[in-house]
């Protein structure tokens, strides 16, 4: 059994808030510059070359990509040959955004009761976080800073069985469409289908830590993927909602089974910045 002191956790946590918020990932830096040469509108094409350059000036001067830098959303994965020491899990991912934040000069946006006291905590705690029980003696920690324009924009749909796939595209295209400018695009869709109405929102926001460009493994559901990308960028809306052919990177879809009477699907856009940052401890 491998000990691990929850020290080790908290400043992880920590550099990871920082650098998810001012260092861009190479697969999005790589998919806005190839998306210059797909696009054929003027204006969406400097708003793109302005999204690379933004993350330069974002990296070399440690500010962050965005203004907005989210809700912190961690993922966890535990190996069940571990025990840790030195409090509670949660808590020592609550300590390492606190310092994170503070430390990163990074804006902090959580307000502590969202219906009777909407008073900023002050250090973007808590955060979301979620444990998953895996093989081994190793912690996988992925850090996503959310942000709030993109996820005002998701949705979610207690769907017919009798619905269908083609209930699926159509809920996808009405969300994106509905969304507009408002999320910030190019943006990435986040897709979960199945499951319960609280557990296919997980998988619709689990599925944005993928790479872009990276495919479900199911030939079927990848083929919906790229399919639906496609529909998803003939709507028009283009680079922050200016119009072109580049309103998404990516449409990524995870799946669960479900109930015979239901049919849930959830839609979470993510923004252009695409913040997602892991360590492996």
């Known amino acids: 059994m491998r000990r691990i002191d929850l020290r080790e956790i908290t400043q992880a946590v920590k550099e990871l808030s920082i650098e998810a918020n001012t260092i861009a990932n190479c697969d999005l830096r790589d998919a806005l510059t190839a998306s210059i ?3 054929v509108s003027p ?3 400097a708003v793109l070359g302005q999204l690379i350059k933004n993350q330069d000036i974002a990296k070399f001067t440690n500010l962050p990509i965005c203004q907005d830098t989210g809700f912190t959303v961690v993922f966890l994965e535990v190996g069940m040959d571990i025990s840790f020491t030195g409090g509670i899990v949660q808590d020592a991912v609550n300590q390492g955004v606190r310092e994170g934040y503070i430390e990163g000069n990074l804006r902090k946006s959580i307000v502590k009761d969202p219906l009777t006291s909407p008073v900023n905590t002050q ?3 808590p955060a979301i976080v979620h444990i998953e029980l895996v093989p081994g003696d ?4 992925t850090l996503m800073p959310k942000g709030g324009g993109s996820e005002n924009m998701s949705r979610i749909k207690m769907m017919k069985p009798s619905d269908g796939v083609d209930g699926v595209r159509e809920f996808i295209l009405k969300t994106v469409k509905t969304a507009g400018g408002n999320p910030c695009p190019p943006i990435i869709v986040g897709v979960g289908v199945g499951g319960t ?6 998988l619709a926001k689990k599925s944005l830590l993928r790479k872009i460009g990276e495919r479900n493994r199911d030939p079927e559901i990848a083929a919906m993927e790229e399919k639906w990308l496609l529909e998803v960028n003939k709507l028009g809306i283009g ?4 119009g072109g052919k580049v309103t998404a990177l990516d449409l990524f879809i995870e799946v669960f089974p479900r109930h015979i009477a239901t049919f849930p699907v959830a839609v979470n856009i993510q923004c252009n910045a ?3 940052k892991t360590r492996i401890i």
Do not use: C, M, Q, S
Not at 239 to 242: D, E, F, S, T, Y
């Open 43 to 45: 204006v969406g094409k």
């Open 138 to 141: 190793k912690v996988k920690i």
């Open 197 to 202: 109405f609280d557990y296919v929102a997980f």
């Open 123 to 125: 250090d973007n705690t």
């Open 37 to 39: 040469e797909k696009e």
């Open 274 to 276: 695409a913040r997602v």
């Open 239 to 242: 680079p922050a909602g200016l």
